[in-house]
């Protein structure tokens, strides 16, 4: 080991690594170029409070090999950055930023150009228009040195003004339009982003995923670390990088929901000196700190830094998606694991044309964004399958989906989501972000199952109704006999206390039971 | 997007990330830490040719937080590389050789460190002997620049020539016994491993795995990539870096299973000039080189480079392990993905104590590695799934593992196994991979299916017999009167035949069916 140790450049290391990112086969590897590119485009677009107006087109231009185009109505990017942004891997504007995007890791697009140059040896050409200048450009990767190579650049007036990027790869890849397709993975989006407007001029023709709300989202704003599930190792750093003069206003400061006196009171707990300096804290009293900030009692972190998919919004999602005749969803508020918010929803929609005995269909979400692989391997299903659903009137085998006829929405909003992979395809199972997925499952799981019983009882009640009615001749015949009255008019009087429901309305709960 | 572009450190992106090294929650964390020292050492003493030696401590020193120490009798690291090799990530000396080893990405043990320093602010201890001095080092990892910072280093003289390497972290953690442990990762190891000698003094005692076999497995040798699978853009960059003079000696120095003539061949088929230079091949010349490399009639990688787990080595593992009446194990001949050699073996456990009726228990190991976590998202797993186990006589629904008496043993060898992420815990299914892992099942299953027909004729017979036998004296009475001879004598002479095997013995086949 001595002798041959060496640095590797972290784009070698995804190149051989691709899976990671979501290139292991060509269909994935097509899906998820268009994913990065549609990302990158609708973060700019709502950063920049530009409703979005994308188009993709996808063309085989030889067997298993694609051109493709994705444009957008964004900002644009500045010629100087440009090459950056797109072709060197662990760069990106967001990475540092607690604020809730699509893309944060400064790997996604780098990803798709990588995947490009390596199974076609082709460039990347990019037209980004900010306003000023138009700038062409013709981008690789040097895979050795992770730094951009500039094929060309050519700079052009913009007297029209025009803005927006157009980003073009040719790529080995291969088109579906079953599942976990494109097609899909669009319509998904089309749901949770219902403010843009989406085009895709596929190799089977053109669809069009209109814009359902004219109005963007409300920004999400940038926040400070919640104290809660910070850890040591960070809280240590912070300490030794801060300018602030004494341990009161580091916490003031540095951290969401501590207010003065919460920092007082923490340092006094902590049994640390609350005006010495950050940086000549011991290791013993970050530690004494370090556990007083996890146990203070604190407010949740602000919701304004994140974009959640609202209760409305996802019954609004799922009935444009989905022939039911019962929708519920259920926003929870905000919590936190290691000190990053996050806040789960969720939607259910049952009945209707949804299959009655097949394994419930699962939709789940990140920021917006749909995850359409790696379902198995997300903490989303398995809090879906840690839930039980028998309680709410589903059938269910130990260890599986639910079987009925259910879909199960789920998005988690976070400024920072824990993805399993840089491929961003399934949640990792944080025991804190499993716990509010269970808390939102159960609580729509509650409301289901009213309209469950519900849906029971109409029925059964409904069954009852026409089974008397099937007897009420020979019963008003047996009455004639008994009562003397007349059997049309005994008929009559059966029949209207069956529709003011007197008779059988009640059954259900015991009480009433006639037979 | 424009003005706060900005570089991100690999250590900081894995600190945000930290479940993509397996540091999710504390049970797997500290299975990691473990996991990662033990791959650390024993690829260290496979390489030098050392038996290995190797003890593992776990002890609560508070609640959730333990001290572990890993140490074995390797070479030990020189003191001016240590450093780089435990507080920097993405260096190693494995990355750029193809040869099959444990680690190789330059990820694993920098994980553990950066885990350690995270939950408790704490430095690693490392004490290295390398035969000459020891070095007694007190590590972290500048997190926010990439680079180690060594709190302290003494180095001692060395007059008994100790060498091997003793590392100390401590982290917050959750001991377990059960399924998912630690326990359990050490003794599927050693069942992987059977020329180490691993001592685990663990929280509730001491557990020994000895040594079963005295001698190391032949040392892998390193390789070029396989011509067929390699990547147009892996292509390009060789071209452009070779200092080879012409094609046909680029071809035949540059990959494994080309000769000269082959490599005539090759240029020939592609119209590309043998005596070219291969910095001057143009864009299309390249191209059809590539095309022809995959096309074109190659022998197999070479075995070398491949310590597979061998049929021998894997019935004596799972006979170890399990208490069963058959036992099978398929090695396959190596075989390429994206240039890399690989070559899987399989095995099955079958009937004796196995539970009858519950899932069958799969085994996964990668380079001699158990893998613990990610089941549902592994190609092992795919692959078994996608396997009809019905044909081999066990049940399965579909889209599930079979369910009988089974236990299924996968183990990958390659140069470079593509795990779905940096924590190694499952493998992507790329196709080839996946076809050969089928394979190799159908093979062992078909052999299987023969031991399972057999058992089920043997168990039906012996059915047979028992309800004959019960029905001897009634027979017996019936032929007395027909045939005049004794009732004792015709049951005699009954119970002969049935002995013999030949009234009931056969029917199983159909045609001399008799009841």
Redesign the interface.
Known sequence: ??????????A??F???R??LGY??QTKALLTVVKEGMENSLD?CE?AGILPEIHVSLKEISPDRFKIIIEDNG?G??AS?LP??FA?F????K???LRQSRGI??IGIHGAVLYS?????KPIKITSS?GKSIDEFQLMID??KNEPKIISHESHRNPEKKHGIKVEFEAEGKYIERQQSILEYLKQTAIANSFANIIFDGPNGKVEFERGVQELPKQPKEIKPHPHGV???????MLANTDKKNVVLFLRTGFSRVGKGTAEQICKLAKVDAGKKPKDLA?EE??RL?KTMQLVKLIAPPTDCLSPLTEHLIVEGLKKEIDAEFFVAIERSPSVYRGYPFQVSVGLAYGGKIPENETCKLYRFANKVPLLY?Q??CAITESVIETDWRRYGLSQSSGNMPVGPLAILVHIASV?V?????GKQ?I????DIMKEIKLALQDAGRKLSKFVSQRRRTRESQLRKELFEKYIPELAESLEKLTDKQKQKIIEELEKIIKKGGLVGKTEDGSQEKS
Chains 1, 2 share one sequence.
Request: hydrophobic share 35%; charged share 25%; glycine share 8%.
């Open positions: 080991m001595s002798d041959k140790i060496k640095e590797i450049s972290i070698e290391f190149e051989k690594n899976h990671l292991e086969n700019a950063e900002p990017i500045t950055k950056y942004a060197k662990l760069v990106g504007s990475f540092y930023r890791q400064g140059q390596l199974t076609t040896g900010t895979v050795t850890e040591v190792g960070i809280l240590r750093r290791h970050i530690d370090h790696h198995a391997g920072w824990p993805f399993t992979s840089e399934a990792a199972n944080y025991p």
